[in-house]
């Protein structure tokens, strides 16, 4: 089992910064990766940026050059500073965990999710 502990959302005008952290605990295997995923209001939950452990990154369309992920390893926490916020940023915020064994993602693991919303 892995926990997942979030924070640093809140409230913030457009165009400003925020900067969420999402630390984990338990059984977390060296070959990991660690991501943000965001869900609106009345859409589906998608992708905003993952890190593996070896630090390759992978962000969506939306939010690339504007958002930075990084990871601690000594710490198991990753973050995802996010700039220049748009109305359309505004989501809950998840973190998920994925162990992979044998190259092969087996185990998920969720945060509980923390709120962003971006005033215009």
């Known amino acids: 089992q892995v926990q997942l502990v979030e924070s640093g959302g809140g409230l913030v005008q457009a165009g400003g910064s925020l900067r969420l952290s999402c630390a984990a605990s338990?059984?977390?295997?060296?070959?990991?990766?660690m991501g943000w995923h965001r869900q609106a209001p009345g859409k589906q939950r998608e992708l905003v940026a993952r890190i593996t452990s070896s630090g390759t990154t992978d962000y969506a369309d939306a939010v690339k050059g504007r958002f930075t992920i990084s990871r601690d390893n000594a710490k198991n926490t990753v973050y995802l500073q996010m700039d220049s916020l748009k109305s359309d940023d505004t989501a809950v915020y998840y973190c998920?965990?994925?162990?992979?064994?044998?190259?092969?993602?087996?185990?998920?693991?969720w945060g509980q999710g923390t709120q962003v919303t971006v005033s215009s």
């Open positions: 998920r965990h994925t162990n992979y064994i044998g190259g092969i993602p087996r185990y998920i693991y």
């Open positions: 338990g059984t977390i295997n060296m070959i990991n990766t």
